[in-house]
Structure formats: structure tokens, C-alpha cells
């Protein structure tokens, strides 16, 4: 099981905690999307998407009965009205009357009370999990929300990225309608290395496809660290030798992004690059030293090559 | 213990909030770490749609460079006052619980 389908079996397990615990509808929305929300912030600090790390931090926001526990004795407490509040409604009761009917009024028009049709908002450049809580507010259980991966990762782009909602933004979906959110893929995923990384990394970049050797790389935390890299890529199409220079820079923000829909352009900054190494040209290696990284997950780019020629290094 | 620590919490919250503030997962992460002060990060969020409701805190939604927008809790006037409050009256009772422990162990 992937750690998506982990992270949805969880909100859905909340989501059913918390009907059974008698939650109402609008703060069962709230909560899940708090949650949901918490979530991918706690996702983005993990140093390494694992399915031990997801579960581990599944467990330290709480078993999903605890939590609806939780939920519900505040919901209850706030219907107990204060001693105060009870005092005002004695001394105006006309405007209570006419509170409690605009906020009936209200109520009324919410689309997840009334069963009218709800337009749907712009989903797309979200995080799946933060559309799934927009959702959840305007009353669309993630039941009646499909998630498909679109087939090919795009490596320029983070993992679970709306990039097509059906129906369309704006449209009105009907009661009982289903959602289809298609997302991004997102990079290959780097299991944790058990063995300790050495202290030179040694990074080929192959002739046959232009691109790195391999999907992962591995680096200690903290530490000196040396890169080797092999340029092996002797020509590209022009047949003059390639000269190939490596940028790393933080996952969260790589260096190169594609100029959206121009296919082959895209933007560069520094801004966030902590590495930049010297040219190589083919057919040799040269070493070079880098500042010591922090524990985290980055990019490796060539700057020659562009965004869809990379690699992820693991720094733990 | 449970119910020293239901009735603590909040204003542990709010004394998160003191100086200046802070989004809601900073706030879940900081308590889960504190030993013993909550069970679990999600059980914070009801806590802080209580003091929300009852006008000890306030809240903004900000875009982040870093993911999803983050809704901000700061603390009102009310917030601080009862705060202040809280923190007289959590001196004396600790105080007087030391006092009467202490003597019971002589």
C-alpha cells in the first residue's frame, strides 16, 4: 500500500470516527481539514516518505477514535451555554430571535445541509489533501472523491499536485456526483539507505540517455562531503563534447522549473541552490568539495541538461 | 491528573501565543513535544476551535512559500487578560499544593 492510500484510509477512518461519535457535519469538515491540513505540513518535514515514517507520524497525531473523542466533548461543551451567554439571552431575547433566524437562514444555504448542487472551486497547483479539505467544507465527503495518478512522473513537480479536477472549476456538481481529481506522480521515491553513506558521493551521468546513473543518492548529514562526477555523456545531438555542471538545491525548491507550456524552456535561480559545481567535460570525472548539508531531501540538476534530467539526493 | 492537565492546556496555548503568532501546526508540534501536556497533535485542534469560539484567540489564513495556505492564531485583549489571570491564580494553587505536599511528607 502506498503512503497516499495510507494517509486517505486515515482521513476516512476520522471521517467515520467522528460520525459516529455524533460530530456535526460542519465541524466534522472543519476537523478533517485541519487535519488534513496538518498532515501535509508534517509530510513536508519528513527527511525521507517512507511507509514506517508516514505511519509514524499518522501516530503522533493521534488514533482517529481519540481524536473524535476529542472533537465531540468540545463540540458538547460549546452547546452548554455560559452563564454569561444564558444572562444575554434573557436580556434579549428579540435578538437572540433574530440571530438564531439568520443563522438558520444561513444554514439553509449551505450546500452540504440543503442537498443543492455545489460549484466547485479551483482545485488545480493544490496539494490533493488541501483539496480534499476545500472539498470537505463545501460538504463533499472524500468518499465521493476519486484520486488518480496520472501515468508518468514528472520529476519538476511535487507528488500528489492537482493537475485536472473533473467536473471543471465552476461547474456545479450534483448531489451524489463523484469527484475525479487527476494528480501528479512526483518523483521517484528513495528508500532510506541502511548502510552509511560514504563520504565522496560519485555521480555518473550515462551517454546512452543523457541522464544520471542512478534515481537516488545518499549523503550523511553535517558532514565533509566530496562529489565525484563522471561525465560520460561525450556528445549531445550537436557532436561537440559536453560540458556538464551539477546544481543541488532543495527539493521543496529546485533551481530549474519548465516554462509552462513552452516544452524544452525553463527559468533558472540561485536563489535556493546550495551547490554548484565546477564544468566538466567529457569524457572525465573531476572532484570537488561541498559545504557540509543539512538533513533533508534535495535535487540534483545539470544545468546544461534542464529540469527533466535530475536526481534526489537523500541527506539524513 | 487528566483533568489538571484538560483545564491547563488552553492556557498553555495561550501562553504560546504570548509573543506573537503562530500557525497551528507550530502550535500542535510544540505542545507534543512538551512532555505529558497532550496525548497527540490532532488532539490540539479542538482545543484551539474552543478559544476561537470563545474569543481568546483570533485567526488569519496566509499563503505559505511551503505548502497550503496556514491559518495564524494570535491572542486577543480578552486572550491576554486571561492569560494574566490564569498565571496569578496558577502561582498561588501551585504554591499551596507544593506547601501541603511537602508537609504531608514530613
Known amino acids: ?316 | 491528573m487528566a483533568q489538571i492537565r484538560r483545564g491547563t492546556i488552553e492556557y498553555c496555548v495561550l501562553a504560546l501565543l504570548r509573543d506573537g503568532e503562530r500557525y497551528g501546526f507550530d502550535i500542535a508540534r510544540t505542545l507534543s513535544e512538551a512532555d505529558g501536556l497532550v496525548t497527540s497533535e490532532g488532539t490540539v485542534y479542538p482545543l484551539l476551535a474552543r478559544l476561537r469560539r470563545s474569543g481568546l484567540v483570533d485567526t488569519t489564513w496566509r499563503e505559505s512559500t511551503q505548502g497550503p495556505p496556514r491559518r495564524y492564531y494570535r491572542l486577543t485583549d480578552e486572550g491576554h487578560s486571561s492569560l494574566e489571570e490564569f498565571r496569578d491564580q496558577w502561582k498561588r494553587f501551585t504554591t499551596a499544593v507544593e506547601a501541603v505536599l511537602e508537609a504531608d511528607g514530613r
Not at chain 1, 449551505?110 to 472539498?135: C, D, H, M
Not at chain 1, 472523491?145 to 519538476?156: D, F, R, S
Not at chain 1, 554548484?276 to 569524457?283: E, K, S
Request: neutral net charge; hydrophobic residues 40%.
Open chain 1, 1 to 316: 500500500m502506498g503512503t497516499d492510500q495510507t494517509i486517505a484510509d486515515y482521513l476516512d477512518q476520522l471521517e467515520a470516527a467522528l460520525v459516529r461519535s455524533g460530530c456535526s457535519p460542519s465541524r466534522r469538515a472543519e476537523f478533517v481539514g485541519e487535519i488534513s491540513e496538518h498532515i501535509e505540513q508534517a509530510r513536508a518535514q519528513l527527511p525521507v516518505e517512507t511507509e514506517v515514517s508516514v505511519k509514524r507520524m499518522l501516530d503522533r497525531i493521534g488514533r482517529p477514535d481519540e481524536l473524535a473523542a476529542e472533537a465531540a466533548q468540545d463540540e458538547a461543551t460549546n452547546q452548554q451555554a455560559s452563564p454569561r451567554l444564558r444572562q444575554m439571552f434573557l436580556l434579549g431575547s428579540v435578538a437572540a430571535v433574530v440571530l438564531v433566524g439568520v443563522v438558520l437562514g444561513l444554514v439553509l444555504t449551505l450546500p452540504a445541509s440543503s442537498g443543492l448542487p455545489i460549484r466547485l472551486p479551483n482545485l488545480l497547483n493544490e496539494q490533493v489533501t488541501t483539496a480534499l479539505a476545500k472539498l470537505h467544507r463545501l460538504g463533499v465527503a472524500q468518499s465521493r472523491v476519486m484520486i488518480e495518478e496520472v501515468p508518468q512522473p514528472v520529476p519538476w513537480l511535487p507528488s500528489r499536485l492537482v493537475l485536472a479536477q473533473s467536473p471543471a472549476v465552476g461547474s456545479s456538481l450534483s448531489p451524489g456526483a463523484r469527484v475525479v481529481l487527476r494528480v501528479s506522480r512526483g518523483r521517484p521515491m528513495c528508500r532510506p539507505d541502511r548502510t552509511v553513506p560514504p563520504s565522496t558521493l560519485s555521480i555518473t551521468m550515462e551517454h546512452a540517455t543523457s541522464n544520471f546513473e542512478r534515481a537516488c543518492y545518499y549523503a550523511r548529514a553535517e558532514r565533509p562531503l566530496s562529489i565525484r562526477l563522471t561525465n560520460d555523456v561525450v556528445a549531445l545531438g550537436s557532436g561537440v563534447p559536453t560540458s556538464l555542471q551539477l546544481i543541488i538545491s532543495p527539493s521543496q525548491h529546485p533551481a530549474m522549473t519548465p516554462v509552462p507550456g513552452r516544452p524544452g524552456l525553463f527559468t533558472g535561480s540561485a536563489a535556493t541552490t546550495v551547490v554548484v559545481g565546477p564544468n566538466v567535460l567529457a569524457p572525465n570525472s573531476a572532484v570537488f568539495s561541498v559545504p557540509p548539508l543539512n538533513q533533508g531531501t534535495y535535487i540534483i540538476e545539470v544545468l546544461q541538461l534542464g529540469p527533466d534530467k535530475s536526481a534526489t539526493l537523500v541527506v539524513s
